[in-house]
């Protein structure tokens, strides 16, 4: 059974930094690609960064120059390094695997989402 475990969020004053980290754990086969999501309440999850295995990388407009995407095949690990932090990047953030294939079922390739962690940033 596949997990996705996200580690780093808390709190943090404006233009400051955190690093959050998600481990995709169990039977993994294969990932196409990993992202971090955000979502506040009573908005839409929205897509902050996303890496393919190939490395490609794309970045919301409002965090480019500020938010590093990374991913470490081998250990299926993605990792979000978070600089000059805003207020507006408080959120829920959230991992997700892209067409993560497992060893049982290295043909049937599926979506695999994190169960959240808050970043909180003040002014």
């Known amino acids: 059974q596949v997990r996705l475990v996200e580690s780093g969020g808390g709190s943090v004053q404006a233009g400051g930094s955190l690093r959050l980290s998600c481990v995709a754990s169990?039977?993994?086969?294969?990932?196409?690609?990993m992202a971090w999501y955000r979502q506040n309440p009573g908005k839409r999850r929205e897509l902050v960064a996303r890496?393919?295995?190939?490395?490609?990388?794309n970045y919301a407009d409002s965090v480019k120059g500020r938010f590093t995407i990374s991913f470490e095949n081998a250990e299926n690990t993605v990792s979000l390094m978070m600089n000059n932090l805003k207020p507006e990047d408080t959120a829920v953030y959230y991992c997700?695997?892209?067409?993560?294939?497992?060893?049982?079922?290295?043909?049937?390739?599926?979506?695999?989402w994190g169960q959240g962690t808050q970043v909180t940033v003040s002014s």
């Open positions: 169990g039977n993994v086969f294969s990932i196409d690609a």
């Open positions: 997700a695997a892209e067409n993560l294939a497992t060893t049982d079922r290295p043909l049937f390739p599926d979506d695999y």
């Open positions: 890496v393919a295995s190939g490395g490609g990388t």
